[in-house]
């Protein structure tokens, strides 16, 4: 079994490796890879500069380095094959599940891709082949091809043969699924039934009929929902027609999940698509700026707004002092309940028929809190401007802004997902934006209407 390393010897492991592979010691290093998990060694290998962990790669057998590749981010993986054979990657690729070569593989440039492929067995390119014809985040894109399956009329003994052969090619076998002649998923059996059952006896007679499945086309989201609902360990895949084709299984799940995650935070920062393991500055700007250029573009709306209103400022320029307030609150209003319904509908906890329930859920929450607020500015501006009225226009507009932001933020994220984009989008530069802009034209309207009572 591989050793893991503890969080409080990764700073000597990682000092060691530097300095042997300054003296290129590779005999040493090798000796040390050895005995770690891949998952370990893949982290070894991001915390290295660029050239140190292309040399330390090459140093892992073959088969160490098909797991230790699948455990990298990206743009890692893109710079450690950018120097290596094709003959090399084909052969990384040959050790791989069918879903983490197909992975791979679609990363590659066509032409590298092409020529890989034609190196490999017929079986794993054919295999890698299939898995590309699905869409990349659905349950066809996730799914393994190696996963066991037996005729409904086979025996527990023969059943039991077919484990065994099976074995050889996977490392791990959760469930075994049960087939009639067209192929069409029938049921299930497990490990323990199988075990106690009688050799003679038909696996029909043992299976579970009432079993979860999904379709090739359903989204990965919606896979990892089901997974986390009816706590499974694996799922099988079949078309259209109810046939199997793939199962999907807990690990890759956890990477989904990671993966998501990963998604919807970027988005909340409009950093989408930004990978943490990439060091090209071209590559990193070209991420952020579409996003920042949402942002610049709403901010240079927000200061015509505010020069078409300058006659009112001029009269009462202490109305600029709250413009900060009134903006912040809108804001953090908005995101407030935009990340409770992207989070509740990112795990099934929200579904699109509860949007008229979360929608007056919502207009309690912002109706409560904008009074709160509008109440507490409304005195505080009272007795800083010595015009009680003025207070309570400012805590008015402070009320209807939160009251808008938080609607927008809570409804805005169902009609994306209605409409088939990531809901997480409602969130980040996009709705602090447009809260930014309504919210401060809101709060000149009303207060324009003001000034002639603060005159």
Do not use: C
């Not at 890692?76 to 090399?88: G, N, P, R, Y």
């Not at 299939?130 to 409904?152: K, Q, S």
């Not at 076998?173 to 002649?181: P, Y």
């Not at 698509?273 to 927000?302: H, N, T, Y």
């Amino acid at each position: 079994m591989a050793r893991i390393i503890e969080e409080t010897d990764f700073t000597d492991v990682l000092i060691d490796i530097q300095q042997l592979i300054r003296v290129e010691n590779k005999g040493a290093l090798t000796n040390i890879l050895i005995d770690f998990h891949p998952a370990d060694i893949a982290f070894l290998l991001s915390q290295l500069k660029k050239d140190e962990r292309k040399y330390l790669f090459h140093l892992l057998p073959t088969e160490l380095g098909s797991d230790v590749i699948t455990e990298l981010d990206p743009p890692v993986v893109e710079q450690i094959l950018s120097k290596i054979s094709d003959k090399k990657i084909s052969e990384l690729v040959e050790e791989m599940d069918s879903d983490d070569a197909a992975d791979i593989i679609s990363d590659l440039p066509d032409d590298v891709a092409d020529r890989v492929l034609d190196q490999v067995t017929d079986e794993v390119s054919e295999e890698v082949k299939e898995l590309l014809t699905y869409e990349e985040d659905t349950a066809g894109g996730i799914m393994a091809l190696e996963f066991v399956a037996v005729d409904e009329e086979s025996s527990v003994n023969d059943t039991i043969e077919v484990l065994r052969k099976a074995k050889e090619e996977m490392d791990t076998i959760h469930s075994i699924w049960i087939v009639n002649q067209d192929n069409s998923l029938t049921g299930s059996v497990s490990l323990t039934d199988l075990v106690l059952a009688h050799g003679n006896s038909s696996v029909k007679k043992i299976m579970m009929t009432d079993i979860n499945k999904v379709t090739t086309d359903i989204d990965q989201e919606e896979v990892a929902i089901i997974f986390r609902k009816y706590d499974l360990v694996t799922l099988p895949v079949v078309n259209e027609l109810s046939q199997l084709v793939g199962e999907i299984t807990i690990d890759d799940i956890v990477d989904v999940l990671d993966e998501e995650i990963d998604e919807d935070i970027s988005m909340l920062a409009g950093t989408k698509d930004e990978e943490i393991q990439e060091e090209s500055f071209l590559k990193i700007s070209w991420v952020r700026l579409p996003w920042l250029v949402i942002a610049f573009i709403g901010q240079l709306i927000s200061a015509l707004i505010i020069e078409s209103y300058q006659g009112s400022l001029k009269q009462v320029i202490a109305l600029i002092f709250f413009m900060p307030v009134i903006m912040a609150m809108g804001g953090n209003s908005g995101i407030q309940s935009s990340t409770i319904v992207i989070r509740g509908l990112a795990t099934g906890e929200i579904s699109l028929t509860g949007m008229r329930r979360r929608f007056f859920r919502e207009l309690r929450v912002s109706l409560f809190i904008g009074f709160i607020f509008g109440s507490a500015i409304a005195i505080l501006v009272g007795l800083y401007l010595q015009n009680q009225m003025m207070g309570i226009m400012i805590g008015i507009s402070l009320n209807i802004v939160i009251l808008q932001a938080s609607l927008f933020g809570g409804v805005i994220p169902f009609f994306l997902k209605r409409a088939d984009i990531d809901p997480a989008l409602a969130s980040g530069p996009f709705i602090t934006t447009f809260n930014d802009i309504l919210g401060l034209l809101i709060y000149l309207v009303i207060l324009t209407q003001s000034v002639s009572i603060y005159l």
